[in-house]
């Protein structure tokens, strides 16, 4: 089999420590693993495969003879060095916002629109975490019966922010064990033992742009502009794994027991549902793992043809590495 040789911008972050575990643990064919971060991180050492290798500075120049990048250092780093690595040979998978939305580029999630990897002009887009994992559990749904409507609401874990919010969460955990004053940096309130209703900016109609990506990447990806969406973003104290509840409105009736069925047969998808035997997803214990997890399905009382769900993923891995990896391996197939 050949072998890629295979960057990742921003290795030393929380999604990318999970893409060179991906990698590895996947057994994607890389000839060579170059890592790259900003100028902070120059001359630290990360294992892959037995092997201790440099983390360089990312620039312009870093993409010689890369021929899959893979992008996880935020929208600015993407729309910065994304071209040089186009323009080097490489295929990027970025894992940023920064051209999901953009029509050249397909937004990918392998297990619903793999075909729209082919259209890639150079950059193939990965969704937003929130996003993926709830287009895993609702597109096998809309397949059967066409969703008119989704209501969502997510309480997303605090490594969604990155390194910086795993270790103010933990901070703020000592600061409480021992007796001291919370104190608070990354985000406006604390979020040690606290929900806080606010994940990325808001925009003047009150929602904020985490919950229009759930929106709009929702429609590119599924191919359907007509799912009306509207989510509430909400981060609790939770290190790993996103959940989220969900209420879909469907064009026809299907019972809970139909679409336990659907989703038991879905590609990436567990279902978890025996809450007699206090059965449902837990974030817990769906971190580190592959799969999205469903449970709590069930007929929606407020609106006919209604569903409710509860579903969860690891969001550093199906909603961004894993994803990303998956992306990599459509290519060299
Ligand atoms: P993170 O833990 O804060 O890591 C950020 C990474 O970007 C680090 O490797 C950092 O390097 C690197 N970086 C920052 N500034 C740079 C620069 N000027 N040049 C080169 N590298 C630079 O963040 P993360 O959680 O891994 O997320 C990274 C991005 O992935 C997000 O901004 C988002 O676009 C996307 N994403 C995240 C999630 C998630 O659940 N966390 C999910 C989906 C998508 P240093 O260590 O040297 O600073
Ligand atoms: O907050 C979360 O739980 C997920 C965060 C995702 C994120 C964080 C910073 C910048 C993104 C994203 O993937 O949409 C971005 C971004 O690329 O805009």
Redesign the pocket.
């Given at each position: 089999m050949k072998g890629y040789n295979v960057a990742v911008?921003?290795?030393?972050?929380?999604?990318?420590?999970e893409m060179i575990k991906v990698l590895e643990a996947r057994k994607f064919p890389v000839k060579e693993l170059k890592l790259?971060?900003?100028?902070?991180?120059?001359g630290k050492k990360m294992s892959f495969c037995g092997e201790s290798l440099p983390?360089e500075?990312?620039k312009s120049s870093s993409f010689k003879g890369i021929e899959i990048a893979l992008f996880?250092?935020?929208?600015?780093?993407?729309v910065e060095?994304a071209p040089h690595a186009v323009k080097s040979g490489a295929v990027v998978v970025d894992?940023?916002?920064?051209f999901r939305m953009d029509a050249n580029v397909p937004l990918v999630v392998p297990e619903i629109n793999p075909q729209d990897i082919k259209l890639h002009q150079g950059i193939i887009a990965?969704p937003?975490?929130s996003t993926i994992q709830m287009v895993v559990a609702i597109n096998p749904i809309h397949q059967v019966s066409r969703i008119k409507r989704v209501i969502v609401v997510t309480y997303q874990?605090v490594?969604?922010?990155?390194?910086?919010a795993i270790q103010e969460l933990e901070r703020q955990v000592k600061e409480w064990v021992g007796g001291k004053k919370i104190t608070h940096k990354v985000y406006p309130h604390p979020i040690a033992f606290n929900v806080i209703p606010h994940v990325d900016v808001f925009y003047d109609t009150g929602y904020t742009q985490e919950e229009m990506k759930m929106v709009h990447e929702t429609h590119k990806i599924m191919h359907d502009d007509k799912i009306q969406v509207s989510a509430t973003c909400v981060r609790v104290p939770v290190f790993r794994a996103?959940s989220e509840a969900l209420h879909i409105e469907l064009e026809k009736k299907l019972t809970a027991s139909q679409v336990k069925d659907i989703l038991s047969k879905a590609p990436g998808v567990k279902v978890q549902d025996d809450p007699q035997q206090n059965l449902y997803p837990l974030a817990i214990y769906t971190a580190g793992k592959y799969d999205v997890f469903v449970g709590r399905i069930r007929e929606d009382i407020a609106f006919p043809n209604g569903i409710a769900m509860w579903v969860v993923a690891d969001?550093?891995l199906k909603?961004?590495a894993l994803n990303a990896v998956q992306i990599a391996e459509l290519l060299s197939a």
């Open positions: 911008v921003g290795a030393t972050g929380a999604v990318g420590h790259f971060a900003s100028a902070r991180s120059s983390v500075e990312l996880s250092a935020g929208a600015g780093r993407s060095f894992n940023s916002s920064a990965n937003n975490c874990a490594s969604g922010t990155g390194m910086k996103h969001q550093l909603g961004a």
